[in-house]
């Protein structure tokens, strides 16, 4: 009897003493990212004890960095090209026989930049500098001239052509709205927007029995100042690009009207605007 009044007092005694070193006060503090718990225990002895206990969580304050969103215009790209009376149309030019297969447009950007419109970097703005040449080739020994502060399609002067083509080169500064979404750790994009061109350097050039080229004529009043309207889409380092003139190429091209009778024109409608689809390559 006396080992069992014995076992009982010591387990009072262990209860109490336990009841005595519960937790008093316990703080919670946001610290950036971090959730600081401290808390304070009494001890039998009327000491004071404090406990730290740091878990990382969200904090409503803390705002995750901005993603750089990559811009997505082609260390080079190429494409057929085609002159059009219409800048709508995808037909020919009315009269004016191209060879398509060698009606090329080619160019590189040597600088873009973007501006995210989100943290994520998905959509945004971008823009460009870069330079290009337009290169088209004309059947049947045809070409552009000059008469009289007029451009005329057809053959001035007594020389016969075997083949002809009609360069011109541009600086080109797109700005775009730009759509991107990564898959598998590589952007798929999709830009579209205006596409500032300054045009320079015309000629046409002609080739006689099979010949070296020479120029035939460099006397062209192109329209300086053209507003291309461009899209991209891709994947990757791949993507496919178009290109719509909204300007005509010439400044004071000749017109044609219909005949007496309403049959036919007068003359081939030199009023044209270039065209252009192909793929490009990226950084």
Known sequence: MKLLKTAIF??????????????????????????????????????TVSRQTKVKVGDANFSLPRRRMRPHYPVYYMGFGRLSNDPFSVDYAAGISQNQSKCWDWGVYLADHSIAFNKRGTIGL????????????????????????LINYGGSGSKMYDETWFRYWGFRLPVNLELQHYVNGSPFFLTIGPEIEYRF????????????????????????????????????????????????????????????????????NCEVYPLMVGFSIFY
Request: hydrophobic share 40%; proline share 3%; net charge negative.
């Open 10 to 47: 010591a387990l009072a005694l262990v209860a109490s003493m336990g009841a005595m070193a519960q937790v008093e006060k316990t703080d919670q503090t946001h610290i950036g990212k971090w959730l600081v718990i401290e808390e304070y225990e009494m001890t039998s002895d009327d000491a």
């Open 126 to 149: 971008s823009y460009a500098f870069g330079f290009g040449r337009s290169s088209y080739k004309l059947n049947n020994g045809q070409y552009f001239y000059n008469e009289n502060g």
């Open 201 to 268: 350097a015309p000629r046409a050039l002609g080739r006689v029995d099979g010949g070296k080229q020479q120029v035939i004529s460099k006397n062209y009043d192109l329209n300086p100042l053209n507003v291309n309207l461009m899209a991209q889409v891709g994947y990757g380092n791949i993507g496919f690009m178009a290109k719509l003139s909204l300007v005509d190429l010439f400044q004071n091209p000749i017109r044609s009207e219909p005949l007496i009778g309403g049959e036919g024109a007068s003359v081939v």
